[in-house]
């Protein structure tokens, strides 16, 4: 059996929003208890679908701030930006010679990105899910929480894991570095752990305030759409007030939520800043108006975000002691890392 290892990324690409932080920073938080946790500001994966960034230094502090705003312990735990640890690199390298270019191909989100000028996106933009599984398997870590929209990448990562351990089965076992798993109904002697993704919760994937059929981005043009980690109680208001809504009121079970993607995102975003379920977010709401519903929404966001954007942007002002954390994260890393690393070197025979 492996350890438990949890693994999970944020890139370094604009504004985080209330989508990364339920979808992932805020399950990051909850999973320290008890687990070891491996934090990392995805740098490299930034660069895969622009190649110049304004300020990307900066931009890598404020993931890294949110983190700790958040709650996570970067001294129990190892938080840290990616291209500080050379061998996520080097081990994607393997790792796309492992893959198979249709496997890249069919990613919808390599899809979504690239539009219709596919030929023209960067090699790294393919390649972007290969990166993705040596990120968390060159810790060999097992579990990785998630939003809903990396459930693809994350089936890829196994994918690339279980060939390789395939391929490499009689290596894996005259190195002695293997372990035995199951998968499915087939042993395997696995240097590479199966990858299980953490993607549940009342809000997998948050929608935007806008549309309930496109889910919350920092690329949305409509700043209308999305609620920023940096946003003041004023815009809060505002952007839960304006958000579009159907006539009806809430119903008393998540049943009635069915079809009504606006009303259903709402209620999940509810649900998941309050945790607690759906289900009893609609025991308490059920039969009231949104206009009764929103400013309860709104105080509740405000109260969970308000302490997290003061404390990124005090963290903001003197960058040393995020600039401290990185490095020291990175160190801790690394030292993983080259272990894995070196376990794979002489697994293939370098
Ligand atoms: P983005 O998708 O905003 O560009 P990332 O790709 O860095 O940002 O994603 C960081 C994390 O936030 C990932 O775990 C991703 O699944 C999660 N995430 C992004 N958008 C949403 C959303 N709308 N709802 C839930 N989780 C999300
Ligand atoms: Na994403």
Sequence with gaps: EF??????????????????????IR????????????????????????????????????????FIASGI??????????????????????????????????????KDKAGKDRENASLGLLAYPSLMAADILIYR????????????HLELARDIAMKFNLDYQDNIRTSGLGTDIVVGEEPVHAFFPMVEPLIDGPAPRVMSLRDGTKKMSKSDPSDLSRINLMDDEDAIS????????????????????????????????????????????????GGQQFSVFKPALV???????SPITGEMRRLMEDTSHID???????????????????EVRDIIGF
């Design 3 to 24: 350890n438990k290892l949890v693994f999970s990324g944020v890139q370094p690409t604009g504004n985080l929003h209330l989508g990364n932080y339920l979808g992932a």
């Design 27 to 66: 399950k990051f938080v909850a999973l320290q208890e008890g687990n070891d946790c491996i934090y990392c500001v995805v740098d490299l994966h930034a660069i895969t679908a622009q190649l110049v960034h304004e300020d990307l230094r900066g931009q890598i502090r404020s993931i890294a701030a949110a």
């Design 73 to 110: 312990d970067p001294e129990k735990h190892i938080v840290f930006n990616q291209s500080a640890v050379p061998q996520h690199a080097e081990l994607a390298w393997v790792f796309n010679c492992v893959a198979r270019i249709g496997w890249m191909n069919r990613m919808t989100q390599f």
């Design 141 to 152: 870590g097992t579990h990785v929480p998630v939003g809903d929209d990396q459930k693809q």
């Design 238 to 285: 505002k952007k839960i007030r304006k958000a579009k809504t159907d006539p009806d009121g809430l119903p008393s079970e998540t049943e009635g939520l069915k079809g009504r993607p606006e009303a259903d995102n709402l209620v999940g975003i509810y649900a998941a800043l309050a945790d607690k379920s759906k289900t009893e977010v609609l025991a308490e709401f």
């Design 299 to 305: 105080d509740l966001a405000v109260n969970v975000l």
């Design 324 to 342: 401290a954390i990185l490095k020291k994260g990175g160190e801790r890393a690394r030292v993983r890392a080259e272990k894995t690393m070196n």
